[in-house]
């Protein structure tokens, strides 16, 4: 049985905790493909083609741990996965938000509990038998990555029941989804401790099944109400005691009431008028898809996402020509100490993951820098003024400006990871690692308050979706640059990575688009106040006129009457 809203309401606290832990193991934990990559081909799935495929020989090497065999067209098929998966991802986004939109968050992540248990279900079994079972992937990655957008997806609307801590609530959910590229590598240390990696995959998709059940315990029908939207109501029930006096025989009746919080969403408004009573007609959504600002937000992110997902599906390529330098026969010793260097850094890239929890609230600072000086500042409109007050900060052009500001700190963190990918050593490539992280967890942040800046709150979540979709579809050209890379390029990732360092400096265009904005909306704004100063004036001139003429009018009665103003005769 599903409880109430305000049931869950008294829950909030152990769902919010409960959805950042299920966040961290369940939502996007395929983001941690490097270290799913070297588990998967050491169970030996798609190793077949290395047998199969005579021509490349000088490819195959020996895997000591295990009896399969490893190649590069192994590595392509299984990072065609990960291009189905991470687009999943992100893709799913626009039809869940519709979805969520008319059914609710319940309903939905109970699928999705449901999808990545029968993910893991089925990695698990196509561990019985590689050769046979291994196109099983292609529908495990696929249930991952859309049971772990469901649960995230579904998770951000639990922040409105926090009311003023709404904002750390949220930025502790999407740095929890950061994170989650954090769980493939320590069950991968689990995996290297000797545990069989087909009991991993079944205890994990028992522990989905535990997440269905938490969600059927504690989420409601309804979905959550902002904290504006939130009505909060008190039930009393009255109940009567009867009592019996035994001396007289009376009966008196005592009336007990008990009241109950309620909460509930409210009623929807009728539309707004403006100032002539006219009704003011809602902005469609054409219009806000066709604006510039979303057009080159979605040219950004599009190139982000598709930096940083080349990055981690072919991280360990990367890796490994840092070691080999392309040797198309590396002896047996240089073969070892590729493997246990890229098992190494993978593992520090995803325990690194955990970065993100610290830094999404850091972009969060920024975007909300000074808007508490402005909401006080606009209260303050509705009072006296002078001329001497000082001029208010709109709020808008605050968000527009911390919003320009954080576009520009990402994009320049972005291209300082582009020039450290250059560089050719494993212990800097550290530092990129970082940068990694935080411009993934920067990224989204900085979009999304864009759109809560620039666009009406019912065009949220269909132009977030809109993005998503946009930019996961371009993030599939990782696929064959990843082909190009292990193919023609020989292993040899500078030539891509310079591309797409130049390809970065697209994102600049979005804040040097937000900085003209900006400056119309200040020109608009001075333009208008020195109209209302103009009317002001001139409503004031006809006033002082009036009042000159009434003085007047009492000094001639005064001075008729014998009197003048001061009381003396004349």
């Known amino acids: 049985m599903a409880p109430s809203l305000s049931q869950a309401y008294r829950r909030r606290w152990w769902m919010a905790i409960t959805a950042i832990i299920e966040n961290l193991l369940f939502s996007a934990v395929l983001l941690g493909w490097g270290s799913l990559l070297i588990m998967l081909k050491s169970e030996g799935f798609y190793s077949s083609l290395c047998v199969e495929n005579e021509t490349v020989s000088v490819n195959v090497t020996s895997m000591e741990s295990s009896h399969w065999r490893s190649c590069v067209e192994q590595e392509e098929v299984l990072n065609l996965g990960f291009t189905i998966g991470s687009f999943l991802l992100s893709a799913a986004t626009l039809p869940l938000g519709i979805l969520m939109d008319k059914y609710g968050p319940r309903p939905l992540r109970l699928f999705g509990s449901a999808c990545f248990a029968a993910s893991c279900a089925m990695i698990a079994a196509a561990t019985y038998d590689p050769d046979m079972l291994s196109v099983l992937i292609f529908l495990a990655v696929s249930f991952n990555g859309f049971g772990g957008i469901c649960l995230t997806f579904t998770s951000l609307t639990l922040p409105n029941m926090f009311g003023n801590v709404r904002s750390t609530v949220l930025s502790l959910m999407i740095g929890s989804y950061a994170s989650s590229a954090v769980t493939f590598p320590g069950v991968k240390v689990i995996y290297d401790l000797g545990v069989s990696f087909r009991i991993i995959m079944w205890v994990w998709s028992g522990m989905a099944c535990l997440v269905f059940l938490n969600c ?100 360990n390529k990367m890796l490994e020509f840092l070691v080999t330098y392309g040797d198309p026969n590396p002896s047996e010793e240089l073969q070892m100490e590729a493997k246990d260097q890229v098992g190494f850094y993978s593992s520090i890239f995803g325990t690194m993951q955990l970065l993100c929890l610290l830094t999404c609230p850091l972009i969060g600072y920024i975007m909300d820098w000074r808007m508490t000086e402005g909401e006080e500042e606009n209260a303050n409109t509705q009072t006296e003024k002078s001329q001497s007050d000082p001029p208010k900060r709109d709020r808008k052009v605050q968000k527009l400006t911390n919003a320009m500001r954080a576009f520009i700190f990402t994009n320049l963190l972005l291209v300082l990871f582009g020039i450290i990918s250059l560089i050719d050593n494993l212990p800097v490539q550290v530092v990129s690692f970082v940068l990694h992280t935080i411009v993934r967890g920067f990224i989204h942040s ?26 996961a579809a371009f993030a599939l050209l990782q696929q064959p640059l990843f082909i190009l890379m292990v193919g023609h390029l020989r292993g040899d990732p500078y030539w891509i990575n310079l591309g797409l360092l130049i390809f970065s400096s697209v994102g600049f265009l979005l804040p040097g688009y937000l900085f003209y904005h ?53």
């Open 518 to 570: 900006r400056r119309n909306l200040i020109l608009a704004r001075a333009a208008h106040d020195r109209l209302a100063a103009r009317q002001s004036d001139k409503e004031y001139v006809p006033l002082n006129q009036s009042e000159n003429v009434t003085a007047n009018g009492k000094t001639n009665g005064h001075v008729g009457n014998g009197y003048t103003p001061n009381g003396h005769t004349a």
């Open 446 to 471: 900085c979009c999304g308050g864009l759109y809560a800046a620039v666009y009406p709150a019912n065009h949220f979540g269909t132009l977030t979706g809109m993005q998503s979709m946009i930019s």
């Open 216 to 315: 059927f315990l504690n989420w409601p029908v309804e979905s959550f109400p902002a904290p504006e939207d939130i009505r909060y109501t008190k039930k009393v029930k009255m109940s009567g005691i009867v009592t019996e006096d035994k001396m007289t025989g009376e009966t008196y009746v005592t009336h007990v009431s008990v009241m109950e919080d309620m909460m509930g969403a409210k009623q929807p408004e009728a539309e707004k008028t403006d100032s002539q009573g006219t009704t003011q007609a809602p902005l469609p959504l054409c219009h806000s898809m066709c604006s510039p600002i979303f057009l080159w937000s979605v040219i950004t992110m599009a190139m982000t996402q598709l930096r940083l997902i080349f990055f981690m599906g072919a991280m």
